[in-house]
């Protein structure tokens, strides 16, 4: 099993990436909507979604170690 400290630096490295998936979004969605790239925002949308599971699964994980220690 990993180690809480390696968890926590996944969890960090997919915020950022997250984010970085978020910022892309709003700066295409910024854009006059026949000018947007929707084969763009349909990838951006998937990114996310699957950033936002493998983030939730971390932290998943980070609790279930924590409660196993207890």
């Known amino acids: 099993m990993r180690t809480e400290h390696e968890i926590r630096s996944k969890i960090e490295e997919f915020t950022i990436n997250l984010s970085i998936i978020k910022l892309k979004m709003e700066q295409e969605l910024e854009k006059h909507f026949m ?36």
């Open 35 to 70: 000018k947007r790239d929707k084969r763009l925002l349909l990838f951006l949308h998937k990114e996310k979604s699957i950033w936002e599971f493998a983030l939730l699964q971390m932290q998943w994980l980070l609790d279930d170690d924590i409660g196993k220690r207890d």
